[in-house]
């Protein structure tokens, strides 16, 4: 019998990425929580797997000559499980360039930049004491992430999906992109990705995958709250000296 994948998790669009995958390859998963507010990605056990203490990652006990395999980083999970199931991951070469390429773009353009949005948005302080301060910052990030929807929207004018068929490169924009419009962004101006989320949402596969861990899920605490330092502390100022202490003092 199969054994399940154990997928390293935390409902955000990161984590999203895995469970949706894992769900549209049919693959047998339990998830094991890293509750990121509380400071779970610190822990020995899981920085042993994903030393950028940070979640996604996953342990496949059948990986390669059967043996386990542990992957960090999100593209190289998506690309693993897509080389493990030849499923949408084409194996002709320039397919696969192509689909590299939107994936790619999407940890090294969405991730961060929707991520900083998001940052600026719902955790920075000054949005309490001064939010006056915050505000290039705030700009910045949104006019990143118009920026980059305004390059999938002509992306995707003469096509259904970012390479080729339905991929991975969709899989793992699409939990951010979805979410586009908290970051002030009208989708009316964006009418193919509008179409592409809601081509992609209807898959049920995608809904599955969408609802893991729904019970983890909660709103970003208020600002100023306790949740919000607990979460603040755990997640921001992280250094490579404060990162090492965190690691100590979980051992
Ligand atoms: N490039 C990474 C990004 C993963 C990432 O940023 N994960 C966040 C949650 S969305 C995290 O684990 N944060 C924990 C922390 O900041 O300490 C990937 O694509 O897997």
Not at 139 to 144: A, I, K, M, Q, S
Not at 217 to 231: F, L
Request: cysteine-free.
């Amino acid at each position: 019998m199969t054994q399940p994948i154990e997928l390293y998790f935390w409902p955000t669009p990161n984590g999203l990425k895995i469970s949706i995958a894992l769900e549209e390859m049919d693959l047998p998963y339990v998830l094991k929580p890293v509750a990121i507010g509380k400071g779970d990605q610190f822990k020995p056990g899981f920085m042993a797997i994903s030393p950028n203490n940070r979640m996604p990652a996953i342990i496949d006990p059948e990986g390669p000559g059967g043996q386990p395999i542990s992957v960090f980083e999100s593209a190289a999970i998506l690309q693993y499980l897509g080389r493990k199931t030849g499923r949408f991951y084409p194996s002709d070469e320039r397919q696969r360039i192509e689909v590299d390429e939107w994936l790619i773009w999407q940890v090294a353009n969405v991730g961060p930049m929707f991520g900083q949005a998001s940052h600026f948005r719902n955790y920075a302080p000054n949005l309490v004491d001064d939010p006056g301060r915050i505000a290039y910052a705030v700009t910045r990030y949104n006019n990143e992430v118009n920026r980059l929807l305004g390059v999938m929207e002509l992306r995707l004018a003469d096509r259904d999906f970012l390479a080729g068929d339905y991929s991975i490169a969709d899989i793992a924009t699409y939990p951010w992109v979805k979410i586009a419009h908290v970051f002030n962004q009208d989708m009316a101006n964006f009418p193919q990705v509008q179409a592409w989320i809601d081509r992609i949402a209807a898959r049920p596969a995608v809904k599955k995958g969408a609802a893991a861990g729904a019970e983890l899920r909660r709103r970003p605490p208020a600002p100023g709250s306790a949740e919000q330092k607990q979460a603040a502390k755990a997640l921001f100022g992280q250094t490579a000296t404060s990162v090492r202490d965190a690691v100590k003092s979980n051992q």
